[in-house]
């Protein structure tokens, strides 16, 4: 989770890296990390970001705002889904997390 921390802490505010947001939000680590990068994909789309995001971890949606406003809200959501699918293949990274067991 070291990458996604990372991406965290440059969003800067209080919950600059997982364990943290998990801890805010009432989640394990994990959940917490499955929960951002499906933000992320979703954001760009034109879905309801935490609806389809929802869809996709069987998280309930209102915990999914809950995130969003702890990362910043929106905007900060958007910035971190371009750092997910910039060079590199960070969207990689947020698959990989939706796609564990």
Avoid: C, W
């Avoid at 991406?7 to 943290?20: E, H, K, S, T, V």
């Avoid at 009432?26 to 951002?36: F, K, N, R, T």
């Avoid at 992320?40 to 705002?65: C, S």
Wanted: glycine letters at 18%; charged letters at 20%; proline letters at 3%.
């Amino acid at each position: 989770m070291g990458i996604l921390d990372g991406l965290l802490g440059q969003l800067g505010g209080d919950n600059a890296d997982l364990a943290n947001l998990a801890e805010k939000v009432g989640l394990s680590p994990e959940h917490a990390a499955m929960a951002v990068a499906a933000l992320a994909k979703f954001h760009p789309m034109d879905v309801d970001t935490a609806e389809g995001a929802a869809a996709e971890t069987g998280l309930p949606t209102e915990k999914l705002q809950e995130i969003i406003g702890h990362i910043g809200g929106e905007g900060a959501l958007g910035r971190y889904a371009s750092m997910l699918g910039g060079e590199g293949g960070l969207g990689n990274i947020a698959s990989s997390f939706l796609n564990k067991e």
